[in-house]
């Protein structure tokens, strides 16, 4: 009797199986795409006008040094161990957008969301004087490398979207 229970549990799980597979890929892209779809009208004003404003470099060196150095870095060069990224040499407008993502809370950081809600950072003038500073200096040359212990998570999330347990 138990044996036909555990038999009759395992035909059941193994029909369900293509259903959670689809539910789980269909949560997975639901989440992907809120990503872009996040951004709002607001936040996309504020981008829009940080990138038709002529930049302040030396005011841009000026809000880096007080509000950003202590976490990223003298050169703007991130702190991998501690998942702080390089900034230097990044494209202004991808660095106006991120700022822009954590002054509306459109990006989950709340480290950043205290940084860029202070009133010297959460201009669109600071936004682009900020951006064109670091876009300015000179990137991070350094390689970053692990220690091999996620190479199948890695490989998987970069060829497919998804860790290894999603596509089994």
């Known amino acids: 009797m138990r044996s036909m229970r555990m ?7 193994h029909t369900l199986w293509p259903w959670l597979v689809a539910l789980a890929l ?55 161990r ?22 509306e809370g459109d990006r989950d950081a709340p480290e950043m969301h205290r940084i860029v809600a202070l009133k010297q950072l959460s201009t669109p003038q600071a936004l682009r004087d900020l951006a064109t500073h670091l876009s300015q200096a000179p ?3 350094s390689v970053e490398t692990g220690d091999g212990a996620n190479l199948e998570l890695g490989e998987s999330v970069v060829r497919f979207g998804l860790p290894p347990c999603c596509l089994q």
Not at 7 to 13: D, E, F, M, P, V
Not at 64 to 73: D, L, N, T, V
Not at 82 to 102: E, H, M, N, W
């Open 7 to 13: 038999r009759t549990a395992g035909l059941r799980l």
């Open 139 to 141: 990137p991070n040359m």
């Open 26 to 80: 269909l949560i997975v892209l639901a989440l992907w795409g809120r990503s872009a779809a996040g951004q709002t009208e607001r936040g996309s004003e504020i981008i829009e006008r940080a990138l038709r404003l002529e930049p302040d470099l030396k005011r841009g060196a000026a809000l880096y040094r007080e509000h950003c150095a202590s976490c990223h870095g003298k050169q703007a060069q991130g702190n991998p």
């Open 82 to 103: 501690a998942v702080v990224p390089s900034l230097a040499g990044q494209v202004t407008s991808y660095l106006i957008k991120q700022l822009a993502d954590f002054a």
